[in-house]
């Protein structure tokens, strides 16, 4: 299991537009993914989720800060990075996150991150994160 995870966390460190068949290595052909904006079952999906997801940016990384294994199951807590085009001017934003991985034989069968898609997303398109941003405010006040 830790091996698998290992090879897990260096993929991720390494995945962009350009490298995507790295996937195949850490994913099992029937992996169910979710995340809060998508769910995608089978690894053809999900290499098409990542393609349409690094051709709309200037770049995206995953910074891996913990992980914890037992079993076939792991948690790991990280920062992702990435700047797009049509988000915060074009400047970088960071967004922390966890998953949850379940193995099976080796590779991932299920996948579901967890993050604030507000952080991620909402607060960096122009006019809607300024009434966010608003929001924020008066339910801090």
């Not at 949850?100 to 994160?129: E, N």
Request: charged share 20%; hydrophobic share 40%.
């Amino acid at each position: 299991m830790n091996n698998a995870l290992e090879q897990f966390v260096s993929v991720y460190q390494r995945l962009d537009k350009h490298n995507l068949d790295l996937l195949h290595e850490v994913y099992g052909e029937a992996i169910h993914f979710q995340d809060p904006l998508h769910e995608v079952k089978g690894l053809q999906q999900l290499r098409r989720y990542f393609a349409n997801l690094y051709a709309n940016v200037n770049h995206c990384t995953f910074d891996i800060s913990q992980q914890f294994a037992f079993d076939n199951h792991a948690f790991l807590y990280w920062t992702m990075r990435f700047s797009h085009p049509k988000l915060n001017g074009g400047k970088e934003v960071s967004v922390a996150g966890h998953s949850f991985l379940q193995f099976d034989q080796g590779k991932v069968i299920h996948h579901r991150d967890y993050f604030d898609v507000g952080a991620m997303l909402y607060r960096h398109i122009p006019l809607l994160g300024k009434v966010i941003k608003l929001v924020d405010n008066k339910a801090g006040s």
